[in-house]
């Protein structure tokens, strides 16, 4: 099994910064892929970024590109997501996931394992 913690979400200002760690114990090992989904009240759970575990390739959605930035600490194994210039419309609560799959997708039933989340807030 493996499990995934979030954590570093806070209630910040638009324009604001914050930066998401996503620890993993367990059977790591069988991780391909690292992502990032949000899910705002009342919408479906959405793809922000993924990262391929060994050869640390990215994927963002269209709308976080250029002010958001995933990334990985191997020896910590832990995944981060950087996020800057935020807006009210990144509100929501953020999941760290892993996909046991090496092809690469961004729909959330193809991901194996869930963190608890973390509540992002951005006010205007």
């Known amino acids: 099994q493996v499990q995934l913690n979030e954590s570093g979400g806070e209630s910040v200002q638009a324009g604001g910064s914050l930066r998401l760690s996503c620890a993993a114990s367990?059977?790591?090992?069988?991780?391909?892929?690292r992502g990032w989904f949000r899910q705002a009240p009342g919408k479906e759970r959405e793809f922000v970024a993924a990262i391929t575990w060994n050869s640390g390739n990215t994927y963002y959605t269209d709308s976080v590109k250029g002010r958001f930035t995933i990334s990985r600490d191997i020896a910590k194994n832990t995944v981060y997501l950087q996020m800057n210039s935020l807006k009210p419309e990144d509100t929501g609560v953020y999941y760290c996931?892993?996909?046991?799959?090496?092809?690469?997708?961004?729909?959330?039933?193809?991901?194996?394992?869930w963190g608890q989340g973390t509540q992002v807030t951005v006010s205007s």
């Open positions: 996931a892993g996909d046991r799959s090496s092809v690469i997708v961004f729909r959330p039933l193809a991901y194996d394992y």
């Open positions: 367990g059977r790591t090992f069988s991780i391909y892929t």
